[in-house]
């Protein structure tokens, strides 16, 4: 039996044309490779992401990204990579951000639950 994961890695890997969605690097096909194709959540799930929002993204961005919305890390990353620093000091400073942006939407997330309770 075919998944669905495996068609969509192909279709988006031709489409992306083997690049990260995010970052521009090239996605290998190796599945042993650090930058094997990876399917990310354009929207998280939590907040209503589906099979229709899934791009590719290298190992680095799938990791980095956390609950960052798609459009606001690529936007992050772009904005970085083209700062003219270099690239492990681009990557590290996207870290640094979405970092602090994941505990930002954490803590609102456990906020949320809480006045669920609350309710
Ligand atoms: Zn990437």
New binding site residues.
Partial sequence: MRNWKSDQRKRLHAEQSG???????P?GWDPDSP?HPVLEHHRPKCRGGTHESVVL??????K?KGLIDGYHFKAL?QSAMSSGLPEADARALVAQESAARNLELKSEHIDRLNRKKKA
């Fill in positions: 690049l990260c969605f995010y970052c521009d690097a996605i930058g993204s290298c190992g680095w961005c799938d980095t990353v």
